[in-house]
């Protein structure tokens, strides 16, 4: 019912940016809550942010500042842009989305049934 495609990963020094989309294609499923999540290698699944489609956003405390997610409803895709990136920034980068209007918009992962294939990010030092 929904397909999410990432990209915009990559390499890049400490200190850069990058810009991650998330391009959805929703055929007839309509998407009530959108997020970002991302793994490092021998770690375990965590969030960065959430939006909804009205707008509202949320932010894991560690990921304030440095990262910003957006949308753009007319283009069904969305943004990620992380700056000032570390080192420890480095790990694949994973949209998700659900269609769940009555439930809270959380960058939870067990609240998202529907997931892209994931981007690469490398950060080096």
């Known amino acids: 019912q929904v397909q999410l495609v990432e990209s915009g990963g990559g390499s890049v020094q400490a200190g850069g940016s990058l810009r991650l989309s998330c391009a959805a294609s929703t055929y007839t499923y309509n998407i009530a809550c959108m997020g970002w999540f991302r793994q490092a290698p021998g770690k375990e699944r965590e969030g960065v942010a959430s939006?909804?489609?009205?707008?509202?956003?949320k932010y894991v405390d560690s990921m304030k500042g440095r990262f910003t997610i957006s949308q753009d409803n007319a283009k069904n895709t969305l943004y990620l842009q992380m700056n000032s990136l570390q080192p420890e920034d480095t790990a694949m980068y994973y949209c998700?989305?659900?269609?769940?209007?009555?439930?809270?918009?959380?960058?939870?992962?067990?609240?998202?049934?529907?997931w892209g294939q994931g981007t690469q990010v490398t950060v080096s030092s």
């Open positions: 939006i909804r489609q009205d707008g509202s956003i």
């Open positions: 998700a989305a659900h269609g769940y209007i009555f439930r809270d918009c959380q960058p939870l992962d067990t609240a998202f049934p529907y």
